[in-house]
């Protein structure tokens, strides 16, 4: 199946305040077809880099294992000295780093899609102006529990079993579609975007053509008390 | 909705805890650590565990101003000694660059892979065990209202203050109800003051834990500390019961008879303000 919408992929970020790091991260190979975006922990030791590697390595390696995550937290914990550090940054390396991941993988005729979403950042699928799938499944409210993370600390990663990530797995068919579009997006606008109404969300998105656009959007909507304030990233593909 | 002000370096929340350091406190808990000692201890990992949750690669983040107040024997003043000593709050990197010393400690740790490995750690010291004299508790709540209505005043935005009052017995300068009910009173735009209080024993009894109502209270003083206790908001409501306790609407920010397990809980409970979304 031939489409055009896999090369047409827009990012648009923008941190919590200007005076803070923005601590999001996606990532997307050069062909389009494998794409991830990771929500950096705010109560984190370095929650930018851990979502920097979380994304480069699904990008370069989507398959996801158990050894996976422990290999991209050796990368991590192996970036720092921490015998050199003060007593309270060894204290939060120690509690370690969290980020959600949420990825997908196009199968190479596009006619289906693999979406694993670890954590609170939402993935939607709409056809035309209908919404086909929003993963992970959430109600609003939802998003102020404390959702599962990847982490640096290996003790947080026992839920992180082969069944856990089969259970985050979703696979779907995009041969019917007509025209298709994919958001990727952080928790704030995920929640903003779940709140609804769909259609009216979704049109608002799909224009925004440029990171001036989008961060006056995000101004507005964090200024009329409509989303929450927090680093905010949006994907579009399609 | 109230208690819901985003914790932020432009408008951190305060944290006090008002500790009992009276005669009684020396008595030896089931740990064989008097109750003074352990509740010291528990402190200063409270006030680690909220430097650390602050500090990123880049420094310490002014999320928190903290401040202990101490009252016994030796009267009423800043629990916290040294370059703290001046005033009763001060900001979380204030209080991370200023501990009384830092012990060299090791740690049995879970490397997650089936092995206990065992890591030095440090481990910062702010508050040292005292016990003397008699319990002037309303001297000491007095203390903290002076202390939080300035707070209050200077950060009319931020979520509202959590008090944690720790004591092991009946006040004896007066009754501290109205102080205690005067402290829950002040409030910033997010919301009223928090007042929790936990009782320490070395009793075999029942414990008390986060009740919503004084009916089932047969002890007057256990009583009187419920009165003196704020209600749960609901997402410390839900910390509490991810921990394990049975709570009904309306329940407080009180426990009584408590060991040394729920000691700790109590002050992991009531030091967890949204930071951000629980993460």
Same mark, same amino acid.
């Given at each position: ?238 | ?82 370059? !703290? ?189 949204? !930071?951000?979304?629980?993460?």
């Amino acid at each position: 199946m031939a489409t055009n919408w896999e090369k047409s992929l827009r990012v648009f970020s923008v941190p919590k305040r200007d005076d803070t790091p923005n601590e999001d991260r996606w990532g997307a190979s050069a062909d389009g077809r494998i794409i991830a975006i990771s929500d950096g922990a705010s109560v984190s030791f370095d929650s930018a880099t851990w979502a920097e590697i979380i994304c480069r390595r699904f990008v370069s390696d989507p398959a996801i294992t158990p050894e996976w995550v422990q290999s991209a937290a050796t990368e991590y914990r192996a970036a720092y000295d921490r015998e050199a550090m003060p007593w309270m940054q060894q204290g939060a390396f120690d509690r370690g780093s969290f980020g959600t991941l949420l990825g997908a993988i196009f199968s190479e005729t596009c006619e289906s899609v693999r979406v694993l979403a670890v954590g609170d950042s939402v993935f939607a699928l709409f056809d035309r102006a209908r919404c086909i799938q929003v993963i992970p499944c959430m109600q609003p409210a939802d998003f102020d529990l404390s959702p599962n993370l990847l982490s640096t600390n290996p003790v947080e990663n026992a839920f992180i079993t082969a069944e856990f990530i089969a259970s985050v797995c979703h696979d779907l068919s995009l041969t019917e579609l007509e025209e298709p579009h994919f958001l990727f997006m952080t928790d704030a606008l995920g929640r903003w975007f779940i709140e609804g109404p769909d259609a009216e969300r979704l049109s608002a998105l799909l224009a925004i053509q440029s990171a001036e656009e989008f961060s006056e959007l995000i101004e507005r909507e964090r200024s009329e008390g409509r989303m929450k304030r927090d680093d905010t990233t949006l994907i579009v593909m399609g | 909705m109230t208690y819901s002000a985003e914790i932020s370096r432009d408008n951190p929340t305060c944290i006090l805890f008002v500790i009992d350091q009276s005669g009684s406190m020396d008595e030896k808990m089931a740990t064989n650590k008097s109750k003074a000692a352990f509740v010291a201890d528990v402190l200063n990992k409270t006030i680690y565990t909220l430097v650390t949750n602050c500090t990123k690669s880049d420094g310490v983040r002014n999320y928190f101003d903290i401040g202990v107040i101490g009252y016994g024997g030796n009267g009423v003043g800043p629990g916290l000694g040294g370059r !703290l000593s001046g005033s009763i709050i001060s900001p979380i990197t204030e209080v991370a660059n200023s501990p009384l010393r830092v012990e060299d400690r090791t740690q049995l740790q879970d490397n997650g892979a089936g092995d206990v490995l065992e890591r030095r750690i440090k481990f910062p010291v702010w508050f040292d065990p005292t016990s003397a004299g008699g319990t002037p508790m309303c001297d000491g709540l007095k203390k903290a209202a002076e202390a939080i209505v300035a707070w209050a005043d200077s950060h009319p935005n931020s979520y509202p203050p959590t008090i944690l009052h720790v004591t092991d017995g009946v006040s004896t300068d007066g009754d501290p109800e109205a102080i205690a009910s005067a402290l829950k009173q002040i409030s910033t735009n997010d919301g009223e003051c928090l007042v929790f209080n936990i009782h320490v024993s070395t009793q075999q009894g029942e414990t008390i834990q986060f009740p919503s109502s004084d009916l089932g209270l047969s002890d007057s003083y256990a009583k009187l500390l419920f009165r003196m206790s704020s209600e749960f908001p609901p997402h410390v409501s839900k910390i509490a019961i991810d921990k394990g306790y049975k709570l009904s609407d309306g329940a407080r920010g009180f426990m009584f008879n408590a060991d040394p397990k729920d000691i700790a809980n109590f002050f992991d409970i009531g030091t967890r303000p949204r !930071l951000t979304a629980d993460r």
